[in-house]
């Protein structure tokens, strides 16, 4: 047994502070700088709507809705002005005549009488959030493409043309060779441009993040899919469409897509969120003028989301129902708007003739809006708003909602 003289204590306690001092100096340098996380690196590719038509001037009225009011919190800075983000940088092809790149903040929608946003936008800023990581979103979208021709996987092979559509060429008189060469030429064409941007990005990552350090790294972790409608309304490649399974080629080919971008990229268990189309809301809500199009509708989504139900891609594969999205209340807004048309029709067609002044004429208008609708209503149609329905309004709220969705099914696959 070893004895310690008291002369001895004053000196053994000085050095056990000593140590625990330095220990606990040499946590606080390496909590002070830690390493580098590698940056994370998202895909959002599709059409126009994953271009995104939703104009900025749209994002005010987010506060008349409480789904989406929350919302603004993180889209906007304390001043009001639109946020940009420190972490979350983005490359973005397809929406503009040439590459868009910078910090991730509004007006990297579509370019066409922008600026405008699309899902990118708060997918960036959630994932920020959720992950509190540097981020680099590589986005690649061109408006009207198709996943049977235009983004066709390399391993679905050439594009078959069916009996129908090759009688109706000759019925037509057309001329079934070209129509097939041009087809041939643009089978695959966009997937191609994506992936060489991907590849392109990867290669030279500081041109795009320059805050970007090779000792980081990267890491591929996931890719969004939001695309759809120029399959769903192509009745020639899909002509059981209204039937249950007409669109079962749709989801063969996107499960190809998911399967050789995953090869071609060198993931193979790349996790990806499915967009799935929902114009218009569920087609359970379809009101008179829509009931025409529900079965096709519904057809379509339930072929767009087939693929996460398959067991190979159990837990890295996941849909988005986007028509949960949908602000209901600007269609039932529309709707009562709809049975003032024959008394404004009347008006602007008087307006025209000369019968009414303009001033007059509008006024009248405005008049029969305000007894139909209250200020706030009449802000919802008027200011929330800027596209067609099938770029689901135009609206900041449903895109919002949209790119937020689509970042927490993200978040959930990634370990």
């Known amino acids: 047994m070893t004895t310690v003289r008291r002369r001895e204590i004053p000196i053994l306690f000085i050095t056990l502070v000593a140590m625990l001092f330095a220990s606990q100096k040499c946590q606080a340098n390496e909590t002070s700088n830690p390493a580098k996380k590698p940056l994370r690196v998202f895909i959002l590719a599709g059409q126009s709507n994953m271009q995104g038509h939703a104009h900025v001037r749209t994002i005010d009225a987010m506060r008349l809705n409480p789904k989406t009011a929350p919302l603004l919190d993180m889209m906007r800075d304390a001043d009001g002005t639109d946020r940009t983000c420190q972490k979350t940088w983005i490359s973005s092809i397809g929406s503009a005549n040439e590459e868009q790149r910078g910090?991730?903040?509004?007006?990297?929608?579509?370019?066409?009488?922008?600026?405008?946003?699309?899902?990118?936008?708060?997918?960036?800023?959630?994932?920020?959030?959720?992950?509190?990581?540097?981020?680099?979103?590589?986005?690649?979208?061109?408006?009207?493409?198709?996943?049977?021709?235009?983004?066709?996987?390399?391993?679905?092979?050439?594009?078959?043309?069916?009996?129908?559509?090759?009688a109706d060429f000759k019925k037509q008189g057309k001329d079934i060779a070209q129509i097939k060469a041009d087809k041939v030429a643009g089978t695959g064409h966009y997937y191609r441009l994506m992936l060489g941007h991907v590849k392109a990005v990867l290669a030279d990552i500081a041109t795009v993040y320059p805050e970007y350090d090779t000792d980081q790294g990267y890491e591929l972790s996931g890719l969004v899919w939001f695309q759809g409608w120029n399959d769903m309304v192509d009745r020639g490649s899909y002509p059981s469409r209204e039937k249950s399974g007409g669109y079962d080629q749709y989801s063969q080919l996107l499960s190809q897509f998911i399967r050789d971008i995953r090869n071609d990229l060198d993931v193979p268990r790349l996790p990806v969120v499915i967009g799935v189309m929902g114009v218009g809301g569920a087609t359970s809500h379809y009101g008179p003028d829509q009931k025409r199009y529900k079965a096709i509708h519904q057809n379509?989504?339930?072929?767009?989301?087939?693929?996460?139900?398959?067991?190979?891609?159990?837990?890295?594969?996941?849909?988005?129902?986007?028509?949960?999205?949908?602000?209901?209340?600007?269609?039932?807004?529309?709707?009562?708007?709809?049975?003032?048309k024959a008394k404004t029709d009347k008006i602007n067609a008087e307006m025209k003739q000369g019968v009414l002044s303009r001033d007059i004429g509008q006024a009248r208008i405005e008049k029969i809006y305000a007894e139909t609708f209250d200020e706030r209503e009449l802000q919802i149609l008027r200011q929330s708003t800027s596209n067609f329905e099938f770029h689901y309004l135009g609206s900041a709220g449903i895109m919002a909602q949209i790119g937020k969705g689509f970042a927490e099914a993200m978040r959930s696959m990634i370990q």
């Open 103 to 166: 910090r991730l903040t509004v007006g990297f929608g579509a370019n066409t009488n922008g600026p405008k946003i699309g899902p990118e936008f708060t997918f960036g800023l959630t994932m920020e959030t959720l992950l509190d990581e540097p981020i680099l979103i590589i986005k690649t979208a061109w408006g009207g493409k198709s996943l049977h021709t235009d983004f066709r996987p390399p391993s679905a092979g050439d594009y078959e043309f069916n009996e129908t559509q090759l």
């Open 300 to 340: 379509f989504r339930d072929a767009m989301a087939a693929p996460a139900t398959m067991p190979e891609f159990e837990g890295n594969v996941i849909a988005v129902l986007t028509e949960n999205y949908w602000d209901m209340e600007v269609t039932q807004l529309r709707d009562r708007e709809k049975l003032l």
